[in-house]
């Protein structure tokens, strides 16, 4: 059965968790994206411990009260800070300096993959949903005749002042039946809005666009094996990105596409998503 601590970080901060499993199992790392939080997790938590995984899903930081830095400063949201906090996180449930399994949706993704670049000797594995790899991604939004600049037009929409409350208005309408309107289930939609329905956590999440404008990270080619699911109904990622993604992984890499499957992966088909994970962690032992 899934729990929930508070994680505190070297940093000094303290990182809401769900945590299941065995507590001397190997370290799977899950990391929920926008405009989500841990919960996105709680299909594949079960079925991980089960198989003897110690599972640590955090919500990131702005999204946990306790690691909550001031979101008008953009430098508390730098990506290298963000990438730092998932190294911090698995020290503070025990794992300082042991490898581990990352797993990452959308802008958890975008981290992993900073996670990846940057600390690949700590990796055993790296799966990421719907994020395709920084440069693919990147090359379809600049490409003249693609379509992933309409896809990420929200991307510009979050950079203004006022975005926070536009999208609070009217019971979080605009989350709702904008950002959600893709098959979320309405209780996976309230538990996420549990988290991140109140202007300060939205504000210090939407501080993660505003600090990395683009998404333009320098990551190169990831040395670590690597499973990459993405469902071909996704309306925020389009086919010339995700598939891409496999130009700029060197060591083994598998993609998985799921029909009929939109960008919020795991609360749309929690159950086919984790049984590709738990072969991809068999795959890897630590």
């Not at 499973?227 to 993604?245: C, S």
Request: proline share 7%; glycine share 12%.
């Amino acid at each position: 059965m899934a729990g929930t601590i508070g994680l505190k970080t070297r940093s000094g901060l303290t990182f809401t968790a769900d945590v299941a499993g065995p507590i001397d199992g190997p370290l799977v790392l899950l990391l929920h994206g926008f405009p989500e939080s841990r919960h996105s997790w709680r299909g594949a938590l079960p079925g991980l411990a089960a198989a003897g995984y110690r599972c640590v899903a955090p919500d990131q930081r702005g999204y946990s009260p306790g690691a909550r830095p001031d979101p008008a400063d953009l430098a508390n949201y730098a990506f290298d800070r963000l990438v730092d906090d998932a190294i911090e996180i698995a020290a503070a449930a025990g794992y300082d300096g042991k490898r581990f399994h990352l797993v990452g949706h959308d802008w958890g993704g975008q981290v992993s993959w900073g996670v990846a670049g940057k600390y690949p000797e700590r990796l055993v594995s790296l799966t990421i949903l719907s994020r395709p790899h920084p440069k693919s991604f990147r090359r379809a939004l600049l490409k003249e005749d693609g379509d992933q600049k309409h896809r990420s037009r929200h991307h510009r929409a979050f950079l203004e002042p006022e975005t926070g409350k536009l999208l609070l208005a009217d019971n979080a309408k605009r989350l709702r039946d904008g950002l959600f309107g893709q098959g979320v289930p309405s209780a996976a939609l309230e538990e996420h809005l549990s988290v991140l329905g109140n202007p300060a956590a939205l504000e210090a999440a939407l501080a993660w666009y505003r600090s990395n404008k683009g998404l333009a990270a320098d990551i190169g080619t990831i040395r670590v094996p690597t499973l990459y699911i993405w469902g071909d109904a996704d309306a925020t990622v389009g086919p010339d990105a995700a598939r891409g993604t496999g130009e700029f992984v060197g060591a083994a890499y598998a993609m998985e596409v799921l029909p009929d499957v939109g960008h919020f992966v795991m609360d749309q088909a929690p159950t086919r998503a984790t049984e590709l994970l738990l072969a991809h962690l068999k795959r890897h032992p630590v």
